[in-house]
């Protein structure tokens, strides 16, 4: 059965200016998701995963940031250089956002009801009382108990588990084709992580939603995730369906989070962890951003940039490895260090 489109991005380059330079945050970013499906974006800290998302939103203070190129497509229809006015009526309507920390996403001096039937108010048009009649069940939906007394309390009185469950009932409240979830369990336990990643879940088999998932973490990725981009310094370094990134990744850059992952052999050995620090993005190296990491470094990689290189069907890796001509030997280390990890993933 062929996939449609919820969202295309193709060659989105954002850029910052600072006091120190221009920072070249994202480059050249392209990735397409799937109707219904989630797309896990994966990388450290720093390397463009927010920034893509919230240029794709509308998000970013401009000046200092603005948006270089690219496009991004909603259904078809394109948000970026949209009017404020023209884009409020795609936010919290056909494309919403989920922050990592609900608390300074949410108003404080409202209650919680309220602020999710403001979204229904505004885009739905009822009236407010049927409003908040919605919102109620709203809450009841992401399983808060007692909507009814929560949807009148502000969002100190709610947990932290809690006020994420009251942000994606508010993110959901006008069924948007797509949701952005930006990290939604980094700052809650292991317990109640799971407790939103199962109701995201539900959700989107209830809606159809299309979710775009910004994570560090692995696990996250392999219980959501039907494709997965890895970013490395403001680039998508390798794309591919769940099992191409977990069972079949062909970027050092990939095999390295992998191996980075806790395991439950972690006790019997060190975590390992990827040496060095990612490139200065005032002046992105001229050929793989990954160089000074790899240790699998040709002299190419350090002269010029990293084609996209197919690796079979939607699956790709920008490195020289891939290259037919690339040296056998450089190719068979990384297959035996993937090898090695790869009992520990399974
Ligand atoms: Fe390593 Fe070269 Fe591949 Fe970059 S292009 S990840 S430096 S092998």
Redesign the pocket.
């Known amino acids: 059965m062929s996939k449609t489109l919820a969202l295309e991005v193709k060659n989105l380059s954002v850029e910052f200016d600072t006091y120190g330079g221009v920072v070249k945050a994202v480059r050249d970013v392209s990735f397409q998701l799937n109707k219904g499906e989630t797309l896990a974006i994966v990388g450290e800290s720093g390397c463009g995963k927010s920034v893509t998302v919230q240029s794709i939103m509308g998000l970013i203070p401009t000046p200092p940031g603005r948006i270089t190129s690219g496009s991004a497509k909603l259904d078809g229809e394109e948000m970026l250089g949209l009017p404020t006015k023209l884009l409020n009526q795609y936010r919290g309507k056909r494309i919403s956002m989920i922050f990592q920390d609900a608390m300074s996403a949410m108003n404080p001096t409202m209650t919680v009801g309220k602020q999710i039937a403001e979204t229904l108010v505004v885009h739905q048009n009822l009236s407010r009382r049927q409003a908040m009649k919605e919102a109620v069940d709203l809450l009841a939906r992401t399983k808060i108990p007692e909507p009814e007394q929560r949807a009148k309390q502000y969002p100190f009185e709610f947990s932290g588990g809690m006020l994420q469950r009251a942000m994606i009932a508010m993110s959901i409240a006008c069924k948007p084709e797509v949701l952005i979830a930006d990290e939604p369990t980094t700052a809650l336990d292991v317990t109640i992580q799971a407790q939103i990643l199962n109701l995201l879940q539900d959700l989107q088999k209830e809606y159809e939603l299309s979710i775009v998932l910004i994570t560090h973490d692995l696990g996250v990725v392999a219980k959501m995730a039907h494709q997965v981009a890895v970013m490395y310094a403001g680039q998508i370094v390798e794309m591919g369906e769940i099992d191409d990134i977990f069972y079949h990744s062909r970027?050092?850059?990939t095999a390295g989070l992998k191996a980075a992952m806790p395991s439950n052999k972690a006790h019997e050995q060190d975590l390992k962890v990827i040496e060095g620090s990612p490139p200065d993005l005032f002046s992105p190296p001229k050929g793989?951003g990954?160089?000074a990491r790899?240790d699998?470094?040709?002299s190419i990689?350090e002269q010029r940039p990293?084609p996209k290189f197919q690796i079979s069907g939607d699956h790709y890796a920008?490195?020289?490895?891939l290259h037919p001509e690339a040296p056998k030997s450089?190719r068979q280390k990384l297959d035996s260090f993937m090898k090695s990890e790869r009992s520990d993933v399974t």
Not at 318 to 321: I, K, N, P
Request: glycine share 0%; net charge negative; with cysteine.
């Open positions: 970027h050092p850059y793989c990954f160089c790899c699998y470094a040709m990689c990293t920008h490195c020289w490895l450089e």
